[in-house]
């Protein structure tokens, strides 16, 4: 018995489509796992900015509770913060080769660091060389959020500033407008102050519940 041509040609087109319906298969799946993998990774990333974020917030309360801190007591006027107090993370030189988030380690350059984790400035549970390993604030809970800050004065030594420390560029004297009782206002001089307080440099570090870190980093006078 012999095989019709015309059956045999159709047999052989229905071979053909079903490897093209494979094909057209294993295509949508591929595409289908990589849609998810695509959705999961920006829902991470968005989680992980949020988180970055919420930490930027928080990192407000940590500057002003360093401006509380600074400002209790008269310390800026009464000397205090001529000297280093360790214990709250303050220092009274500016501390020019700090490298608050470890960015040098591992690399040729040697900078001091700041001891977040109170684990001796280890990078990655790692020990890196450093000039310095400098004590931060003690650790204050927001919520979730663990805040810790470093507060440096913007001067080449600790002690008195005697015209050696960064300060805001202020005339002596500046014109303005004065009200004179029944008189209304009227044109003079007035004295602005002198004693402005050197620049103080405030870094706070905020750890978020997911271990996203975020730095700021403000300049205050007083």
């Known amino acids: 018995m012999t095989t019709h041509p015309r059956h045999a040609l159709k047999q052989r087109q229905r071979g053909i489509s079903l490897v093209f319906a494979l094909l057209a298969l294993i295509a949508l799946t591929l595409g289908a ?3 998810v993998r695509s959705v999961d990774t920006s829902v991470l990333a968005l989680g992980n900015l949020a988180f970055r974020q919420a930490g930027v917030a928080v990192a407000t ?3 002003e509770d360093a401006l509380a801190w600074m400002e209790a007591g ?3 006027n009464d000397g205090t913060l001529n000297n280093d107090i360790v214990g709250n ?3 009274a030189t500016s501390l020019d080769t700090l490298d608050v988030a470890a960015k040098a380690a591992g690399s040729a350059t040697t900078l001091a660091r700041v001891d977040w984790e109170n684990d001796g400035c280890k990078v990655n549970g ?3 060389a450093s000039t310095a390993c400098i004590q931060a604030s003690p650790v204050k809970m927001y919520g979730s ?3 810790r800050y470093v507060i440096t004065r913007l001067c080449p030594v600790a002690g008195p500033d005697n015209d050696r420390c960064a300060r805001p560029p202020l005339p002596a004297t500046t014109e303005g407008s004065a009200r004179d009782g029944n008189k209304g206002l009227q044109g003079g001089i007035r004295t602005l102050p002198r ?3 050197p620049y103080f440099r405030i870094v706070v570090r905020t750890k978020g519940p997911r271990g996203t870190v975020s730095f700021t980093e403000t300049l ?3």
């Open 195 to 197: 004693d402005y307080s």
């Open 220 to 222: 205050v006078h007083f």
């Open 33 to 35: 796992v990589a849609l």
């Open 89 to 91: 993370g303050y220092y």
């Open 74 to 76: 008269d310390k800026v």
């Open 61 to 63: 309360r940590g500057t």
């Open 126 to 128: 790692q020990d890196e």
């Open 145 to 147: 959020d663990e805040v």
